[in-house]
């Protein structure tokens, strides 16, 4: 079964930390491999979108990795700041437009 | 730039009555999708259609109907509401390939 996992389920950390989050996936054929923002009642905001021929990408204070080989994906923040407390998802597609989320880690950053 | 747009936002049913979910896009995405959230379980893919006229089970299909009306709408029908679909149901949406996948708000469903 196609399954992704998120570690850690929940992470707190005072402002200006920079911190990594952690998505598995138990098939390494991904077509593409996406993070997730959302905040409390709301939607999801797009934040990377890694094509499965990439190793990268960079947005701001942001940089998602992919290694399918080992079927692992981290989102690194740098320079945490309170705004970026939510939940971040990561989310898998396989050869269809169909994504498959993890459970999400839900940020605290304190000032 | 409405992007995806959901309706309701809320809305409590009694067991046994029916309802529709409405969404529609204005970017000319081809793939739309219907998921549903539920704590600890993540996201839940519903239902979806790759373009217009098309549709296709997701993971949990019991119990819901979705209709493709064109390329900008899609909508989600409860044809006889159980507790088990107190959910928070949401539209996406995107081109080929899930580039430019965008969400909309969501509705908030409770059955009583």
């Known amino acids: 079964k196609q399954e992704v996992t998120q570690i850690p389920a929940a992470l707190s950390v005072p402002e200006g930390e920079n911190l990594v989050l952690n998505c598995s996936f138990t098939d390494s054929a991904i077509y593409n491999l996406q993070w997730f923002r959302q905040d409390p009642g709301k939607g999801l905001t797009s934040l990377l979108l890694?094509?499965?021929?990439?190793r990268e990408q960079t947005s701001g204070r942001l940089n998602a990795s992919l290694d399918k080989s080992s079927g692992r994906s981290t989102l690194y923040i740098a320079a945490s700041q309170p705004g970026d407390s939510a939940t971040y998802l990561c989310?898998?597609?396989?050869?269809?437009?169909?994504?498959?989320f993890g459970t999400g880690t839900r940020l605290q950053v304190f000032p | 730039n409405a992007g995806v747009t959901q309706t309701p936002k809320f809305q409590v049913l009694k067991t046994g009555q029916s309802m529709t979910l409405q969404c529609a896009q204005d970017?000319?995405?081809?793939?739309m999708y219907w998921y549903r959230q539920d704590p600890g379980m993540g996201l839940r893919l519903i239902y979806y259609?790759?373009?217009?006229?098309?549709?296709d089970k997701g993971e949990v299909p019991n119990g819901y109907n979705v209709s493709r009306l064109n390329k900008r709408e899609f909508s989600l029908r409860l044809e006889s509401a159980a507790p088990s679909q107190t959910s928070v149901y949401f539209c996406a949406s995107s081109f080929t390939g899930g580039n430019g996948y965008t969400f909309g708000s969501g509705t908030r469903l409770t059955v009583v």
């Open positions: 890694i094509q499965s021929s990439q």
């Open positions: 259609s790759a373009s217009e006229g098309t549709t």
């Open positions: 970017m000319n995405h081809n793939s």
């Open positions: 989310a898998v597609s396989y050869n269809t437009d169909k994504l498959i």
